[in-house]
Protein backbone atom coordinates (compact mmCIF):
# COMPACT_ATOMS: atom_id res chain seq x y z
CA UNK A 1 0.00 0.00 0.00
CA UNK A 2 3.05 2.45 0.93
CA UNK A 3 6.63 1.95 -0.13
CA UNK A 4 9.62 3.86 0.97
CA UNK A 5 12.87 4.03 -0.77
CA UNK A 6 15.62 5.56 0.76
CA UNK A 7 18.91 6.99 -0.71
CA UNK A 8 21.93 9.31 0.33
CA UNK A 9 23.67 7.03 2.47
CA UNK A 10 27.74 6.13 2.02
CA UNK A 11 31.00 6.63 4.13
CA UNK A 12 32.22 9.54 5.41
CA UNK A 13 34.67 10.69 8.06
CA UNK A 14 33.96 11.92 11.63
CA UNK A 15 33.01 15.75 10.70
CA UNK A 16 31.46 15.15 7.30
CA UNK A 17 28.06 15.22 6.52
CA UNK A 18 25.02 13.75 4.69
CA UNK A 19 21.79 13.93 3.38
CA UNK A 20 19.83 11.15 3.30
CA UNK A 21 16.25 10.97 1.30
CA UNK A 22 12.89 8.69 1.03
CA UNK A 23 10.57 9.22 -0.91
CA UNK A 24 7.14 7.44 -0.52
CA UNK A 25 4.57 6.10 -2.62
CA UNK A 26 1.04 4.49 -3.14
CA UNK A 27 -1.80 5.22 -1.32
CA UNK A 28 -0.42 7.88 1.00
CA UNK A 29 -3.01 9.99 1.74
CA UNK A 30 -3.50 8.70 5.27
CA UNK A 31 0.02 9.14 6.20
CA UNK A 32 0.46 11.93 9.08
CA UNK A 33 4.02 10.77 10.37
CA UNK A 34 7.39 10.59 8.80
CA UNK A 35 10.35 9.98 10.47
CA UNK A 36 14.24 8.45 10.40
CA UNK A 37 15.00 5.38 12.92
CA UNK A 38 18.61 3.82 13.02
CA UNK A 39 20.00 0.60 13.98
CA UNK A 40 23.38 -0.92 14.91
CA UNK A 41 24.03 -4.21 14.99
CA UNK A 42 22.81 -5.87 17.55
CA UNK A 43 20.76 -2.56 19.28
CA UNK A 44 17.29 -1.51 19.26
CA UNK A 45 15.85 0.29 16.69
CA UNK A 46 15.66 3.94 17.48
CA UNK A 47 13.56 6.74 16.13
CA UNK A 48 16.32 9.72 15.43
CA UNK A 49 13.55 12.54 13.63
CA UNK A 50 10.03 12.90 13.12
CA UNK A 51 8.01 15.29 11.15
CA UNK A 52 4.29 15.64 10.85
CA UNK A 53 2.43 16.04 7.79
CA UNK A 54 1.75 19.78 9.18
CA UNK A 55 5.42 20.07 10.10
CA UNK A 56 5.99 19.65 13.48
CA UNK A 57 9.73 18.20 14.22
CA UNK A 58 11.40 16.40 17.27
CA UNK A 59 14.87 15.18 17.32
CA UNK A 60 16.99 12.83 19.35
CA UNK A 61 18.86 14.61 22.09
CA UNK A 62 22.15 12.70 20.30
CA UNK A 63 21.62 14.88 17.16
CA UNK A 64 20.20 17.73 18.27
CA UNK A 65 22.16 20.45 16.80
CA UNK A 66 23.80 17.75 13.67
CA UNK A 67 20.66 16.68 12.12
CA UNK A 68 17.81 18.17 10.34
CA UNK A 69 14.23 16.58 9.17
CA UNK A 70 11.99 18.36 6.52
CA UNK A 71 9.88 17.17 3.96
CA UNK A 72 8.52 18.17 0.93
CA UNK A 73 5.00 17.20 1.03
CA UNK A 74 4.57 17.83 -2.88
CA UNK A 75 7.16 15.86 -3.79
CA UNK A 76 6.56 13.18 -1.06
CA UNK A 77 9.96 13.48 0.07
CA UNK A 78 11.77 13.55 3.35
CA UNK A 79 15.03 14.76 3.79
CA UNK A 80 17.79 14.22 7.07
CA UNK A 81 20.98 16.45 6.82
CA UNK A 82 23.34 15.27 8.50
CA UNK A 83 26.24 17.48 9.40
CA UNK A 84 29.19 17.11 12.31
CA UNK A 85 28.84 13.32 12.00
CA UNK A 86 30.34 11.23 14.25
CA UNK A 87 31.68 7.54 14.66
CA UNK A 88 28.49 6.93 16.74
CA UNK A 89 26.39 7.73 13.89
CA UNK A 90 27.25 4.46 12.19
CA UNK A 91 24.26 2.61 11.53
CA UNK A 92 21.82 1.30 9.42
CA UNK A 93 18.97 4.21 8.53
CA UNK A 94 15.27 3.51 8.04
CA UNK A 95 12.39 5.86 6.38
CA UNK A 96 9.24 5.17 8.25
CA UNK A 97 5.40 6.70 7.72
CA UNK A 98 2.49 6.02 9.82
CA UNK A 99 -1.39 7.18 9.92
CA UNK A 100 -0.67 7.09 13.54
CA UNK A 101 0.73 9.59 16.04
CA UNK A 102 1.92 6.53 18.23
CA UNK A 103 3.46 4.33 15.23
CA UNK A 104 0.95 1.91 16.45
CA UNK A 105 0.88 1.19 12.23
CA UNK A 106 3.76 1.93 10.22
CA UNK A 107 5.58 1.39 7.22
CA UNK A 108 9.44 1.02 6.23
CA UNK A 109 12.07 1.56 3.96
CA UNK A 110 14.60 -0.72 3.06
CA UNK A 111 16.89 0.92 4.84
CA UNK A 112 20.49 2.47 3.83
CA UNK A 113 23.83 2.20 5.67
CA UNK A 114 25.84 4.76 7.05
CA UNK A 115 29.35 4.36 8.13
CA UNK A 116 31.47 7.02 9.82
CA UNK A 117 34.93 6.50 9.86
CA UNK A 118 37.40 8.03 12.98
Known amino acids: QVQLVESGGGLVQAGGSLRLSCTAS????????MGWFRQAPGKQRELVAS???????NCADSVKGRFTISRNNARDTMYLQMDSLKPEDTAAYYC????????????WGQGTQVTVSS
Open 51 to 57: ITRAGST
Open 96 to 107: GASPTLNWSSRY
Open 26 to 33: GIISSIIV
